[in-house]
């Protein structure tokens, strides 16, 4: 391609222009490389120790067995009606 042809190609372009928009971007940018930095400075404030041997977060749960169907409560003494057992599956 000629010298001729790059020339009319550039001529024709409007030069680029930074407007609102590329602005914000820019703020944006700084604002989270900021906070980015903040963070970790902050986090290096804490120390770095491992917890002791022996040492659980949590206490274990205590074992829970599920009820079964023979330990259902005892139908009311004024006679009305129990409610649909969730449990039992449906027929």
């Known amino acids: ?4 042809g790059m020339k ?4 024709n372009r409007a030069p680029a222009r930074d407007d609102a928009y ?3 971007l820019s703020i944006s940018l700084l604002a989270m490389i900021a906070a980015c930095v903040i963070l970790f400075y ?4 804490y120390p770095s120790t491992t ?4 040492f ?12 079964t169907d023979t330990q ?12 649909a057992n969730p449990n039992q599956p449906i027929p």
Do not use: H, I, N
């Not at 902050?42 to 404030?45: F, M, V």
């Not at 259902?72 to 409610?83: E, K, L, S, V, Y």
């Open 1 to 4: 391609m000629s010298t001729y």
């Open 8 to 11: 009319k190609l550039t001529e």
């Open 22 to 24: 590329t602005v914000m």
């Open 42 to 45: 902050d986090l290096k404030r």
């Open 51 to 54: 917890p002791p041997a022996g």
């Open 56 to 67: 659980s977060k949590l206490p274990a749960a205590p074992q829970v067995t599920p009820p």
């Open 72 to 83: 259902q409560p005892p139908p009311p003494a004024d006679g009305t009606a129990q409610p």
